[in-house]
């Protein structure tokens, strides 16, 4: 069964920053790997979506990585601005025939400070 | 375009009544999911749907029904709502299941609040 975690659960840095997201997974056979970005009391957005065949995905200060085989991804924000501040989900696609289904992590809290 | 819509946005129910939550999508998206998230636990897969009148067990089914009777819809449904119930629940929709990014991505509604005393 697949786990992801996501470490750390709350992250604080001051705004202009660069920063690291980091999300694992147990299993390799991963179809793929979607991070979500989730504000207070709202839906979840998609923010980048990696399929296992490929290695990042990249959408403006944003660039998230997957490496099947030590079961890691990251998302990298880079200049990191107060509206940046939000919940980030990632979540594995299982490879169950049809359906993606995925497997979320609890998410990183993230605040960006002025 | 509206995206997908969940209806009510809240709801308070006793223990052991019953009630349906809406999922609507304009998308002409062929997969729908029903997630739950709880604190600390991350959001689970309740049920999903391929198609128009086909529906499957996600991981967290127990307690639950959903019914698909047009493509745009996704039912959720509690018979006899128990405190265990008490959630954020979720429906998403997806263009297709696997193949490529533009019909991986999952789009999600915003949630409907769900208290059961």
């Known amino acids: 069964k697949q786990e992801v975690t996501q470490i750390p659960a709350a992250l604080s840095v001051p705004e202009g920053e660069n920063l690291v997201l980091n999300c694992s997974f147990t299993?390799?056979?991963?179809?793929?790997l979607q991070w979500f970005r989730q504000d207070p009391g709202k839906g979840l957005t998609s923010l980048l979506l990696?399929?296992?065949?490929?290695r990042e995905q990249t959408s403006g200060r944003l660039n998230a990585s997957l490496d099947k085989s030590s079961g890691r991804s990251t998302l990298y924000i880079a200049a990191s601005q107060p509206g940046d501040s939000a919940t980030y989900l990632c979540?594995?696609?299982?490879?169950?025939?049809?359906?993606?289904?995925?497997?979320f992590g609890t998410g990183t809290r993230l605040q960006v400070t002025l | 375009n509206a995206g997908v819509t969940q209806t009510p946005k809240f709801r308070v129910l006793k223990t052991g009544q019953s009630m349906t939550l809406l999922c609507a999508q304009d998308?002409?998206?062929?997969?729908m999911y029903w997630y739950r998230q709880d604190p600390g636990m991350g959001l689970r897969l309740i049920h999903y749907?391929?198609?128009?009148?086909?529906?499957a067990k996600g991981e967290v089914p127990d307690g639950y029904n959903v019914s698909r009777l047009k493509k745009q819809n996704f039912l959720l449904g509690l018979e006899s709502a128990a405190p265990s119930q008490t959630s954020v629940y979720f429906c998403?929709?997806?263009?297709?299941?696997?193949?490529?990014?533009?019909?991986?991505?999952?789009?999600f509604g915003p949630g409907t609040r769900l208290t059961v005393l």
């Open positions: 998308m002409n998206h062929e997969y």
């Open positions: 979540a594995g696609g299982g490879n169950t025939g049809t359906a993606s289904k995925l497997t």
């Open positions: 299993d390799s056979a991963i179809y793929n």
């Open positions: 990696i399929q296992s065949s490929q």
């Open positions: 749907s391929v198609g128009e009148g086909t529906t």
């Open positions: 998403a929709s997806s263009q297709r299941g696997r193949g490529s990014i533009s019909t991986d991505t999952q789009y």
